[in-house]
């Protein structure tokens, strides 16, 4: 309870009081109301002034002014950094992160060596930001193997690593454990559906758990879009997904690798290709170019690369695997970095027409 200045309304003319105190900006947002059978207690803030307290009976005659108990509201930090500080040495503060992935119900931080010590500290504050959240976990390893997974450790919260994750019109279900996801690309996979054409064919060489093939089925609902995936735990959600979403009968799901599936059924079908890859795709690419319909069509590459590596050298290395195959390039309409890794290590997205 904190002892503060206020203002008792009767209850018929609260409303009113409470507009007049609104506009003068003097009611204390931290303390709440009291409340008695014939009144409300409205707080005043600390900054009021006698000329205000003067404009307020003026304007609210039947109201008194007096002191009274009220109880405190507790706030909620602004951000992670307010709800550990204090908590954690001053020193470490500015390596707290200043933002963590949300996937759903779980939140996902990366920490550095220093501050691993204190993870249920920021887990604790993560959960304390973010209140939907039921599950905060700390990234403990690299994305390794084939079915580009990574290690967790949960800081804070409970339950499994199961969720459900809504990105513009589509909700997918996955478990964050057994798959990969990256919320982050949710622009970029905006993007690409943006320029899906009617009655297109598309080929999804590293599909996961849909977000890709699913989108553009949805936003383009004349395509057709064949879903590749070498992880059965992402194949298993993939088909879910495509149900759930409504999209069975324009995307069509396979479990096997890539390589496999587009020499053997696929060549000269596609007029689009995604290839979201990074670390492996350019051992892909000739796969994705064979994909391609003779009359050409849109391949979406994905690299890493150095921040300070030049987009052109990317290029030049993307059209020179393209012609030793013998294909043509029409157009290079888009090259870019599209968000970072990790210190000087971007994802680079090359869009190239071929002929």
Known sequence: MKKALGIATPLRQAEQTLLILRRLRLVDRGLEFGRNENEVFIPLSTGASDEDIEKIKERCPDVRIQEANFVELK?????????VRGKIPEPLLSSIPRSCDIIGDIGIIELPEDLIQFSSIIGRGVLEVNP???LVLRKSSEVTGTFRTRKYET????GNTETFYREYSCVFHLDIAKVYFNPRLSHERMRVAGQAKPHETVVDMFAGVGPYSILIAKTQPTSRVTAIDINPEAFRYLKENILTNGVADRVVPILDDARQVTSLTLQGTASRVIMNLPSEATSFLEAAIQTMKRDGGI???YTFASRSDDLTTIEESVRAIIESVGRDIHSVPF???I??????????AVDVHLK
Not at 339 to 348: G, I, L, M
């Open 132 to 134: 939907s959240l039921r």
């Open 299 to 301: 391949i979406h590459y």
């Open 339 to 348: 968000r970072e890794v990790a210190p000087n290590r971007v994802q680079v």
């Open 75 to 83: 706030t909620r930090p602004r951000n992670l950094l307010e709800s």
């Open 155 to 158: 800081i804070a919260g409970s």
């Open 335 to 337: 090259r870019k970095i």
